[in-house]
T-cell receptor, first 114, second 113 residues
């Protein structure tokens, strides 16, 4: 059974700082990994999707990496802004029957202080 | 292009009642997945519907059931509600069941008293 862990559960940084969020997974037979952002009481916004054949994906100030051998993914946020404050969730998908369900971590709650 | 929509946004029920939640998938998407998110936790996979058939199920009891319609919209039904069913219910649509990006709706907040 795939398990996904995110540490730390909460992180507070000053504006302008570069930061890294961590995600680890137990099953290296991962099909892809997706990073999401969730604002309080809201749904999930997809940030980046990394296929198992890829090492990283970039979108603006965000860069996500995937290392299947070590069971880790990181989300790098450059020049953080107060608007980046949210909970960040990673979710891995493995071949599970035909559904390829997303298995989520519990998230890292990020606060960027002005 | 319209995104994923869900209704209602909030709902209050009492234990033992039944509830139906609705989801309209994004245009061009044929797959809908449902997730339950308890407070402070990541979403947990309930089940997926692909072309009107259930296409995989997580560790949820049979009182959680669903439907998908020819227009690919979907319903989640929960019978015999329990207090622990209180959560944010999220649906996600995708262009297929096999690893495509899932796009989430805003969720339905269910409170069971």
């Amino acid at each position: 059974k795939q398990e996904v862990t995110q540490i730390p559960a909460a992180l507070s940084v000053p504006e302008g700082e570069n930061l890294v969020l961590n995600c680890s997974f137990t099953d290296s037979a991962i099909y892809n990994l997706q990073w999401f952002r969730q604002d309080p009481g809201k749904g999930l916004t997809s940030l980046l999707l990394i296929q198992s054949s890829q090492r990283e994906q970039t979108s603006g100030r965000l860069n996500a990496s995937l290392d299947k051998s070590s069971g880790r993914s990181t989300l790098y946020i450059a020049a953080s802004q107060p608007g980046d404050s949210a909970t960040y969730l990673c979710a891995g998908r493995i071949s599970s029957g035909s559904a390829r369900q997303l298995t989520f971590g519990s998230g890292t709650q990020l606060t960027v202080l002005p | 292009e319209t995104g994923v929509t869900q209704s209602p946004t909030h709902l209050i029920k009492t234990r033992g009642q039944q509830v139906t939640l609705r989801c309209s998938s994004q245009s061009g998407h044929n797959t809908v997945s449902w997730y339950q998110q308890a407070l402070g936790q990541g979403p947990q996979f309930i089940f997926q519907y692909y072309r009107e058939e259930e296409n995989g199920r997580g560790n949820f009891p049979p009182r959680f059931s669903g439907l998908q319609f020819p227009n690919y919209s979907s319903e989640l039904n929960v019978n015999a509600l329990e207090l622990d069913d209180s959560a944010l219910y999220l649906c996600a649509s995708s262009a297929g069941p096999e690893g495509e990006t899932q796009y989430f709706g805003p969720g339905t907040r269910l409170l069971v008293l």
